[in-house]
């Protein structure tokens, strides 16, 4: 049943092209931004260009925007249309349903992040100590946060309208305190505690770590299972709290 609800729900996308390239293209373009942004910027010889540290985390936080935004939409449109509830009326459950279209959603999340990523490499040229692959599993992790958090703020929203008003509670404040624009250690003490609990924050710190070491520190581990137990337990919740229907 979640490999039938996985189908569907990707050959939806696939006869909706903007949908898809909101997904495949505007993190890139976005980072295209990025780059122009500090392209004049002066440095000293050997000082790494801003844009290796920026864009390296836009590559985490683009993901999780989309990704957010899509999936509590297109989640919602499937209430509101009553499609969720003609399904639900199936032999299928709730968790497999859930499930299918959180693992739909992640595939297009990770071919975001391969076409972010690869824009970011090889036509910007960022420059970092760490492996590609690691950037691109937390870019890919980060989107599939953004599924996550979305499936779950869908279930609280009746309008599309209102689901976007999510955009403003549960992403804006993990981008402001996720280490961006001030380390997090440099914050004062309620929103450093604020940002420990903030599943993005360890998604920049993982993207960090990578950035300075050649090889897998600990640090980057405990990120990584960080951020997948928050995806883990934003799934969980979110099928505790779907809903047939919009009332």
Same mark, same amino acid.
């Given at each position: ?9 990707? /050959? ?99 071919? /975001? ?48 309208? /209102? ?23 440099a914050m004062n003490s309620v929103l450093e505690g604020l940002s420990n609990l ?10 960090? /770590? ?38």
């Amino acid at each position: 049943m979640m490999w039938a609800t996985t189908t569907r729900v990707l /050959q939806q996308l696939k006869g909706d092209p903007r949908s898809i390239a909101l997904i495949l293209v505007v993190p890139a373009i976005l980072l295209a931004f990025v780059y122009w942004l500090f392209q004049n910027e002066t440095l000293p010889p050997g000082v790494p260009r801003t844009f290796d540290r920026v864009g390296l985390m836009m590559l985490g936080i683009f993901p999780f925007v989309v990704m957010f935004l899509v999936t509590s939409i297109t989640m919602l449109r499937e209430r509101t249309s009553g499609t969720l509830e003609r399904l639900l009326t199936t032999p299928i459950h709730k968790g497999d349903l859930l499930f299918g279209y959180a693992l739909a959603f992640s595939i297009m999340g990770a071919l /975001q992040s391969l076409v972010a990523t690869g824009v970011a490499y090889w036509v910007f040229g960022m420059t970092i100590e760490g492996a590609t692959g690691w950037v691109v599993l937390i870019s890919v992790l980060t989107s599939v946060l953004g599924v996550a958090l979305g499936l779950l703020c869908s279930a609280f929203a009746t309008t599309e309208f /209102q689901a976007v008003q999510f955009m403003p509670v549960v992403v804006i404040p993990q981008i402001l305190l996720c280490g961006l624009f001030v380390a997090r250690d440099a914050m004062n003490s309620v929103l450093e505690g604020l940002s420990n609990l903030l599943p993005l924050s360890y998604a920049v710190d993982g993207l960090q /770590q990578v950035a300075k070491n050649t090889v897998v520190t600990s640090a980057l581990v405990a990120d990584l299972i960080v951020v997948a137990c928050f995806v883990v337990a934003g799934l969980l919740l979110a099928s505790l709290t779907l809903r047939r229907k919009t009332a």
